[in-house]
């Protein structure tokens, strides 16, 4: 008897998931920050075990759309609810429950069956507010909780044996080498906004994407050319920094984790170029779906 499921990570901007999913792939997956809205795609793991194949689905960070873009994310995740077999909620138990945490329990509450709750980072809080959530979970009808950290691995193999059982039967539908469903080129694009991500601030993570429009990858090297797109004049300035300054730190940056994934030497160049208004426009929208 094999397993086959497909579970949907949920959850608030920065609840962890991406940092979980790399976990349990064991290698990266999906792209890391401390600022909300990282992943925009749906991102898959595909973890195949003896007799079990589970593809965990990196869902976008659940949150109001304000932005065509915010918008196709959004209805990524709700494609993606309908059509699981299991939803795995993640939450930071280190902040109080919000209105918008709120707002996700209720839609959630009609399919509590299906639903395994993650606490996340209780490395960084005292114990006794574990027990409260638990409480306040068990209360509305959801019967499986498990506090956990995804940065340190905590419980995560009592979350991973709750999984495993709810899973249904069935056949696989990978291969057993497949482990995501991201191709080369976007795994580029997303370590690139990754470093941008980490370096810049206010508006300027948000309103950045990559276009990667070379990608060689040759016997000895492997040669990229790639766009950061901005929405306005005024943004491209920052982006670039003095003397070009901030675009060759995130250059240098992607360079050295590109060379340890293709295992090889990687010449990557970046052009800062402007896409007025790109995330209002319906014509970007493709690269939000996959």
């Not at 997303?190 to 300027?204: H, M, S, V």
Request: charged fraction near 30%; include cysteine; aromatic fraction near 8%.
């Amino acid at each position: 008897m094999t397993k086959f499921g497909v579970v949907a990570m949920i959850g608030r901007p920065n609840a962890g998931k991406s940092t979980l999913l790399n976990h349990l792939m064991k290698q990266k997956i999906s792209i890391v920050s401390d600022k909300p809205q990282t992943t925009r795609n749906q991102i898959f793991g595909i973890l195949t075990e003896s007799d079990i194949q589970i593809v965990f689905v990196d869902l976008p960070g659940f949150h109001k759309p304000l932005f065509e873009m915010n918008k196709a994310m959004m209805q990524n995740l709700y494609d993606s609810l309908d059509s699981c077999d299991l939803i795995l909620y993640m939450l930071d138990a280190s902040i109080a429950l919000g209105r918008g945490e709120t707002y996700l329990l209720e839609q959630l509450k009609p399919r509590c069956k299906d639903v395994v709750v993650a606490l996340n980072k209780i490395d960084s809080i005292k114990k006794s507010r574990v027990l409260p959530f638990m409480e306040r979970f068990a209360k509305e009808g959801f019967e499986a909780v498990v506090p956990i950290s995804a940065l340190t691995g905590t419980n995560v193999d009592q979350l991973m044996d709750i999984i495993r059982d709810r899973l249904p039967e069935g056949e696989f539908q990978y291969s057993e080498e497949d482990y995501t469903n991201i191709s080369e080129r976007f795994y580029v694009s997303e370590i690139i906004r990754e470093k941008i991500l980490q370096e810049t601030r206010q508006e300027i993570p948000y309103c950045t994407f990559v276009d990667v429009r070379v990608l060689k990858d040759e016997e000895t090297h492997v040669e990229i050319m790639a766009d950061i797109a901005v929405e306005r004049k005024s943004q491209k300035p920052i982006l670039v920094g003095h003397q070009a300054n901030m675009v060759k730190k995130i250059r240098k940056m992607a360079e050295k984790e590109l060379k340890a994934y293709f295992e090889k030497p990687v010449d990557l160049e970046l052009f800062v170029v402007v896409k007025e208004n790109w995330r209002q426009k319906p014509r970007f929208m493709d690269r939000f779906k996959q």
